[in-house]
């Protein structure tokens, strides 16, 4: 239909009647070839009514609607005759750049073809709109370092390509949606630093890579995890309870769970993963640390500090080059391989104050490397020379004799 309008165009009328014709067709079929839906035409209008620039920011200084809102700053549309949002990056993505304010209106749910969208960290207040459910296309939403409140929407847990949820640094309130926990391709939870309560969904369904969870109010057990799992942050929450069914996770390569209630023993598993660190400080785990089974143990920093572990130091943990044990109810004699390793480097930080320990082998005249600390203090025996404590672990350099078992 196009070409026979052009040829009727060529080959009739005068030449200067018969040019500007042809000019004003050819920009009809532009523009009738590359227009964005209607509808997603009207949502960017109302994501803009509520959002302005922050001092600094030139963000929306772009989004002219005389103009075509696929050049906005921010907006990929597909190509063809209808175009469609592909993408939403809502702020200037340079490191220090002043963000958003204002609200996220609801229209967004109308970007129906939208595979990503994002805010970047600004001063963007209230709640996440319900209708974002409806973007059943979404992979990857990412609305951190803001200021949102209240709920996270139930409508979430139908969006079911969702491979990244991102809402960390802002003032979410409520429990986790159980549908998040259902989601089959969602890779990477990340709810930090938030307010949120209540306990964490069942989670194993999903082929979870990262969850972070911390810094939050959550409380009861920690549930059954996938093994699919690589990096583990659920600190400075209420947890309690004891850590169960660890044997499946041997993708593992961080684990907080440090400032918590966490109770019961460690399991001996743990230790034998390829983690980097494994922080489980300020707990109520008790017992022994026993490993069985563990052969060596590769990780780079294990903090067990401020729990109630007791019995002898397993001298396999001399292979860590950040071991912290102090605060605890360790007994009897320190392996000597952990004063050789002290020694020789090895052993970058040895923390083993407050414990009830009765020998460490040192010879007062070694001198320890430069990068090597030990604190030893506050134990059932005279702490060597070579102990340098930090200013909290108190002034007392040995127990009381009442306090050490003979």
């Known amino acids: 239909m196009e070409l026979e309008a052009i040829g009727w165009i060529l080959n009739g009328g005068g030449r200067s009647r018969r040019i500007r014709t042809l000019v004003l067709v050819l920009a009809m079929l532009e523009l009738t070839e590359a227009m964005l839906a209607p509808l997603d035409f009207l949502a960017l209008q109302s994501i803009k009514k509520n959002l302005q620039d922050m ?37 200037d993505p340079g490191a220090g750049s002043p963000g958003l304010r204002g609200k996220l209106d609801g229209a967004i749910g109308l970007l129906s073809s939208l595979l990503d969208l994002t805010l970047m960290p600004g001063q963007v207040v209230g709640p996440i709109p319900e209708t974002l459910g409806q973007l059943r296309e979404l992979h990857f939403l990412g609305i951190s370092k803001n200021f949102l409140s209240g709920h996270i929407p139930e409508s979430l847990g139908a969006l079911k390509k969702l491979e990244t949820l991102d809402l960390s640094y802002n003032q979410l309130t409520g429990s986790i949606p159980a549908g998040l926990g259902q989601l089959p391709r969602l890779s990477n939870l990340i709810l930090c630093y938030n307010k949120l309560t209540g306990t964490i969904p069942n989670l194993n369904p999903t082929p979870l890579v990262r969850l972070d969870l911390k810094q939050n109010a959550l409380s009861g057990p920690i549930p059954s995890l996938p093994p699919s ?54 707990n109520f785990f008790s017992g022994s640390i026993v490993l069985q089974g563990v052969v060596s143990i590769t990780i780079s920093t294990i903090d067990l500090s401020y729990n109630a572990l007791g019995g002898h130091i397993p001298p396999l943990l001399a292979s860590v080059q950040n071991v912290y044990l ?70 007392q350099k040995k127990r009381p004799v009442y306090q050490c078992k003979p």
């Not at 200084?61 to 469609?84: H, N």
């Not at 990096?231 to 918590?260: A, E, M, P």
């Not at 004699?333 to 020789?344: E, I, K, T």
């Open 326 to 395: 102090n605060n605890n109810h360790f007994t009897g004699a320190v392996p000597q391989v952990f004063a050789d390793r002290l020694l020789s480097a090895g052993i970058q930080v040895l923390y083993l104050q407050h414990n009830y320990l009765s020998q460490f082998n040192i010879k007062s005249t070694a001198t320890l490397p430069l990068r090597s600390s030990l604190c030893i203090q506050y134990n059932c025996m005279d702490p060597p020379s070579q102990s340098r404590c930090p200013s909290n672990a108190g002034r």
């Open 229 to 282: 799992l690589k990096y583990l942050s659920l600190s400075k929450n209420q947890l309690s309870g004891g850590i169960q069914n660890t044997g499946g996770l041997r993708q593992l390569t961080y684990v907080d769970l440090s400032f918590n209630k966490l109770s019961g023993s460690v399991p001996g598993s743990l230790f034998g993963f390829d983690i980097s660190t494994l922080q489980l400080q300020r």
């Open 55 to 91: 001092p600094g920011s030139k963000f929306l200084s772009s989004w002219d609607f005389s103009k075509d809102p696929c050049d906005f700053s921010g907006v990929l549309c597909s190509s063809g005759a209808s175009q469609r949002v592909l993408a939403l990056n809502l702020g």
